[in-house]
């Protein structure tokens, strides 16, 4: 978690940086350079805020249940009987040879308890979570594409922006414009002015 931490800052960095330079050279000469500061300054707490949430989430397994401290949520408790099965899919990343394993612990009606992310979970952290509660841990095998996982009888248990890759990627597109318009709109007035 730690890694994803800093990764998460440095591409924040990669990102913001070079935004916020074009526009202070855009409005050096308008005097709206403090503007662009207060905006870089605002943004960068935004994102200390959110990064403070990660660095505090976490998953705690004991003899009572789950604790789970999840990005943007309070701790969530689930009672150790309600969980009947855990179920491990291996998922090939995209366009890469890796396998990454999704970690499901389910009820007896196969609805996610709790899901870890082989993509910010370390193998042995998923491998001590599934053996520990005394309950049927299943592997499938071979491992699945996220397509076919998506088509799957499991695709029940993925988050609702993972069953709909399309939906969620048009979302994202529309939320963008729509923030980024209104931001170009102010920033062509104050260098026209």
Same mark, same amino acid.
Do not use: C, K
């Given at each position: 978690? #730690? ?8 591409? !924040?960095? +990669?990102?913001?940086?070079?935004? !916020?330079?074009?526009? *202070? ?10 503007? /662009?500061? &207060? +905006?870089? @300054?605002?943004? %960068?707490?935004?994102?200390? $805020? ?15 249940? @789950?604790?789970?401290?999840? *990005?943007? #949520?309070?701790?969530? !408790? ?10 491990? @899919? ?9 396998? %990454? ?7 007896? +009606? ?13 193998? #042995?952290?998923? *491998? ?25 009888? *499991? ?17 994202? $597109? /529309?939320?963008?414009?729509? /923030? &980024?318009?209104?931001?170009? $709109? /102010? ?7």
């Amino acid at each position: 978690m #730690r890694d994803l931490w800093l990764e998460g800052w440095l591409s !924040f960095a +990669a990102m913001s940086l070079p935004a !916020f330079a074009a526009l *202070y050279i855009v409005t050096a000469s308008t005097g709206w350079w403090p503007a /662009v500061l &207060i +905006a870089q @300054i605002a943004a %960068t707490g935004v994102f200390a $805020a959110v990064a403070g949430r990660l660095r505090g989430a976490g998953v705690v397994l004991d003899a009572d249940g @789950i604790y789970e401290r999840a *990005y943007l #949520r309070s701790t969530v !408790f689930t009672p150790r009987q309600l969980v009947a099965e855990v179920l491990v @899919i291996p998922v090939h990343r995209t366009l890469l040879d890796e396998v %990454t394993h999704q970690l499901f612990m389910v009820d007896a +009606a196969g609805r996610t308890l709790l899901r870890m992310r082989g993509q910010l979970w370390h193998r #042995r952290d998923l *491998y001590a979570a599934a053996h520990h509660f005394d309950v049927p841990v299943r592997v499938l095998e071979p491992a699945l594409t996220w397509a076919q996982l998506r088509r799957s009888p *499991y695709r029940r248990n993925l988050e609702r922006f993972e069953r709909h890759p399309l939906i969620t990627a048009t979302s994202l $597109a /529309v939320l963008t414009v729509a /923030v &980024i318009t209104p931001v170009l $709109a /102010v920033v062509t007035d104050w260098v026209s002015s």
